[in-house]
């Protein structure tokens, strides 16, 4: 997960925040960095990962919510239904919703004349 040493662009893609926050962190934590070579400007630097950065990252709400909210869609159906059900509109996902609470999946196969052989 951490490397040695990161940019604040590598690190932000792995916390969630932003390249800015990460450079504002450096400063207020007074992390170790050194420069990177060959960058245009010559601004870009390396954050040394040491334990006090890996505790403070690792303890950041952003960061323990993607760890907590991580998952793998198993299948492409799955992919395909997410996909389908951030397409409805709120009152159809509403109607969704009640189906599938008083109905269960039998009864929205059954509405979609896919029915379970017995």
Avoid: C
Avoid at 45 to 54: A, T
Avoid at 64 to 70: G, I, L, M, P, Q
């Amino acid at each position: 997960m951490f490397k040695e040493k990161m940019t604040a662009d590598e690190l932000a893609e792995m916390t969630g925040y932003t390249r800015q926050t990460i450079n504002k962190w450096v400063l207020k934590h007074n992390w170790e960095t050194s420069k990177k070579r060959g960058v245009p400007g010559g601004k870009a630097r390396f954050v040394y990962i040491s334990e006090p950065v890996k505790t403070f990252l690792s303890n950041t709400s952003k960061m323990s919510e993607r760890v907590a909210s991580y998952s793998v869609l198993r299948t492409p159906l799955e992919q395909l239904m997410l996909n389908t059900l951030r397409t409805l509109s709120e009152e159809e996902q509403h109607k969704m919703t009640e189906i599938l609470e008083s109905e269960g999946s039998e009864g929205l196969l059954k509405r979609l004349g896919i029915q379970k052989n017995e």
